[in-house]
């Protein structure tokens, strides 16, 4: 248990240039943590009258009758109950941040995609007002599938708040920092970082450095987990440890606010006098947390060949089809290439799941041109992809020793849905028009006379 104690009326809460309490480490574990001494029940969850003049409420991220080892809620003690948060809603329009289903007929999905970096535009931008959706897949409605989106960010939201009622956004920066100041705690997050925003969490996001760019994925289905390792064993790959949530800080502050609510793909605003960031304890297993991508410990082929890209699984969250993830979250990082008389680098292939691909910094090896840090690649179901010319010739012709692939780190959102564009994705100029044109000098080497090597 974390406790610290504040005179009465104190933000607890850091500014955005000073530092906050820390984290506490795993993955699905049921924490508990309080801000002010005494102020989480032992024992119970709901007594007669909490200390401190506070309120007891859960916070559901499951149905109540979920299986235990699926169950996942959260008991606050807070200021005032979340019904407090809320006042009349005024539907609003954010015209860049699209969910699914997201068809437009005059945008063809089908096709093998790449996008340049998009630089932060001088505009002020927001959390809200600064994300660009790419795709969408499913249907936000059925709690199905996701949406890609680019977040470019360069103000901090003052006494402004958000939740989604649609879905956890996984975050994954690749310049800037970021602070998110949540209900249950305080997250910085940095490149090489990720963030998991549970669905329903109320936040506000400041900026540490900027102009911030990253990535996000919304993940309308069930949230997301660590892959099981099977003969892997216990060890290596994402490990529950590394994985870091924050311990409880609240805010007693009386400002005009303004909360911002996705819910079913739209957009509502409510107006309040006061910060929603009120609690001051709390227990459960369902939280926020970050994990450091340079903890991922990859494992692959000692000998030969080159294994399914699934081995670098980082997350997934299932779809009620055993072993067909509604969203995988994989990552190419840093590793050692070792395998003797084999094609390195990833092959060419066709999915049935759709690959969305982002460069966070450095060279992926398939193709060392053209897909650089902060740019994006489309790679839908069952059309076919893999490396350029240049790649197969090198990767097919290289003196095969143990070569490490260094300062290298990207990462795919795959999914079982198919991926459409929306019209920013294939209008805002950054998409790379030549990018099919990759594999048009891949030559045909066939030659039924040559026999057997």
């Known amino acids: 248990m974390t406790s610290h104690s504040l005179p009465k009326g104190m933000i607890r809460a850091a500014s955005v240039a000073g530092p906050h309490e820390g984290y506490m480490p795993g993955f699905g574990n049921d924490f508990e943590t309080e801000a ?112 890609s989106h680019m977040y470019l960010v360069n103000q901090s939201m003052q006494d402004e708040y958000f939740f989604s009622a649609d879905g956890e956004l996984l975050v994954v920066p690749q310049e800037g920092r970021l602070r998110f100041c949540t209900e249950l705690g305080i997250i910085d997050l940095e490149p090489r970082e990720i963030a998991i925003l549970p669905r329903g969490l109320v936040y506000r996001v400041e900026v540490l450095e900027g102009p911030a760019r990253g990535f996000v994925c919304e993940n309308y289905g069930q ?40 819910w079913a793909g739209m957009f509502h605003v409510t107006e309040i006098d006061h910060s929603p960031l009120d609690v001051v304890a709390w227990h459960g297993n369902y939280a926020p947390c970050k994990y450091d991508l340079r903890t991922y410990c990859p494992v692959g082929a000692i000998l030969f060949d080159h294994p399914d890209p699934s081995i670098f699984t ?90 490490k692939l260094d300062e290298t780190m990207s990462f795919m959102f795959e999914t079982r849905f198919p991926q459409h564009l929306t019209p920013w994705a294939a209008t805002n100029g950054h998409a790379q028009e030549d990018y099919i044109d990759c594999w048009g000098s891949l030559e045909k080497k066939f030659d039924g006379t040559t026999g057997i090597k």
């Open 314 to 403: 980082v997350l997934t969250a299932p779809s009620g089809i055993e072993g067909t993830a509604n969203i995988d979250f994989v990552l190419f990082r840093e590793r050692w290439m070792v395998a003797e008389n084999t094609f390195r680098p990833p092959w060419y292939h066709k999915n049935v799941m759709s690959e969305l691909m982002g460069n966070i910094y450095g060279v992926y090896d398939a193709k060392p041109k053209g897909f650089v840090p902060g740019g994006m690649s489309l790679h839908n179901c069952m059309i076919p992809h893999g490396p350029d010319r240049n790649a197969f010739e090198g990767a097919s012709n290289a003196a095969l020793k143990p070569e």
């Open 223 to 262: 949230k997301f987990a660590l892959p099981g390792r099977g003969p892997i064993g216990a060890n290596c790959m994402a490990n529950r440890r590394d994985f870091k949530t924050p311990v409880a800080a609240f805010e007693d502050r009386d400002a005009p606010s303004k909360v911002y609510v996705k």
């Open 36 to 147: 002010l001494p005494g102020a989480l029940p032992q024992g119970m969850n709901s007594p007669q009258k909490c200390n401190y003049g506070l309120y007891g409420e859960q916070l559901s991220g499951t149905a109540f009758t979920a299986p235990s080892h699926q169950n996942e809620r959260t008991w606050c003690y807070r200021i005032r109950p979340s019904v407090k948060h809320t006042h009349r809603f005024k539907r609003i329009q954010v015209p860049h941040w699209k969910s699914a289903p997201l068809i437009d007929p005059e945008i063809m999905s089908l096709g093998q995609y790449r996008w340049d970096p998009v630089a932060v535009p001088s505009e002020p931008l927001t959390w809200v007002t600064g994300m660009r959706t790419m795709t969408t897949a499913g249907d936000v409605s059925t709690q199905t599938g996701m949406a």
